[in-house]
């Protein structure tokens, strides 16, 4: 059964092992929500780019998705799940794991 | 080289979590500039109080409170300006959501020392004027360490202590008032200019 859980952990764990991925993680470790905009300036890529990893997260769940209207302008916010969290927190213990062994 | 992968992640967590939740591009000699105006505006102080000119006690309150004015805004805009210097050096953005919080966080305290501080001066209770100043300015400051370099909340413990020491010893407080706002923030733009250049 556990096994089940660890190979189901990697597999998320895997997911951030790309840059921009692990770039939108560990900001939104750090803060509670973060906008579209805001997550483009801080890791410096193209709206394409950010959008297609930000589903990615999304479809496993990972983060969730708030849409909002600000006036009449569309706001959609960005949060971590629980799972989110924890899956960050095991992927940082994985590197840490790999460093020590080196 | 899978090592040097996994170094460099932890770089770009690192560096994403100070970038996104910290204000960085506070300028070490901001906190310089705003001494020395502090101690420019203490000796203009002792001038005013010590004027044959103005004798008037309503005359000599303006003049201090016109002094008090001038040097606040000169060293809020030369800390406004080297902020801005330093983000388009390091080309970080200024108006962030940080930059909002970290204001906000500044303000509140300010203001309610503002606010305490009228209150003193209508009732003609001036012995706690600088005491508060001190100490509300301390606070604020511990409250802004969260958003900006965690340094800041010892500089502001500091004040705090002496906001409080001169609430004791009152006859002293106008140079327990130049020491905090004064010699403190010099010493502390100078650890912090050499630290985060």
Same mark, same amino acid.
């Given at each position: ?102 | 080289?899978?090592? &040097? ?21 506070? &300028? ?26 103005? &004798? ?37 953005? +200024? ?16 203001? &309610? ?38 340094? +800041? ?45």
């Amino acid at each position: 059964m556990s096994a089940g859980i660890k190979e189901i952990m990697n597999n998320l764990s895997k997911l951030l092992e790309n840059r921009v991925r692990l770039g939108i993680m560990s900001a939104l470790m750090v803060n509670e929500r973060l906008d579209f905009n805001s997550l483009k300036e801080l890791l410096d890529v193209t709206d394409g780019n950010l959008a297609s990893h930000l589903k990615a997260l999304e479809k496993h769940e990972l983060i969730r998705v708030k849409k909002q209207f600000v006036g009449r302008k569309p706001n959609t916010n960005y949060m971590l799940t629980n799972d989110g969290k924890k899956v960050f927190e095991s992927h940082l213990d994985a590197i840490e794991q790999l460093m020590k062994r080196k | 080289m899978e090592t &040097s992968t996994h170094a460099d992640d932890l770089k770009t967590i690192r560096k994403i979590m100070e970038e996104s939740s910290r204000f960085l591009s506070l &300028s070490g000699l901001s906190g310089v500039f705003a001494g020395i105006f502090a101690i420019i505006g203490f000796i203009i102080a002792l001038l005013i109080l010590n004027s044959d000119r103005i &004798s008037d006690a309503g005359n000599i309150d303006l003049a201090l409170f016109i002094d008090a004015l001038v040097i606040l805004i000169a060293a809020l805009s030369v800390s406004v300006f080297l902020s801005y210097r330093k983000a388009l050096r390091n080309g970080n953005r +200024i108006w962030t959501g940080i930059t909002k919080r970290m204001l906000l966080n500044l303000i509140i305290p300010l203001l &309610s020392a503002a606010a305490f501080i009228l209150i003193f001066y209508i009732e003609q209770n001036f012995r706690y004027i600088i005491p508060s100043m001190l100490v509300f300015y301390g606070l604020a400051l511990v409250n802004v360490g969260k958003f900006t370099f965690g340094e +800041i909340q010892y500089l502001g413990i500091l004040q705090v202590l002496i906001g409080i020491i001169s609430a004791v010893f009152t006859e002293y407080a106008l140079y327990l008032w130049v020491l905090g706002f004064g010699i403190l923030h010099i010493l502390y733009g100078l650890i912090m200019h050499k630290k985060y250049r």
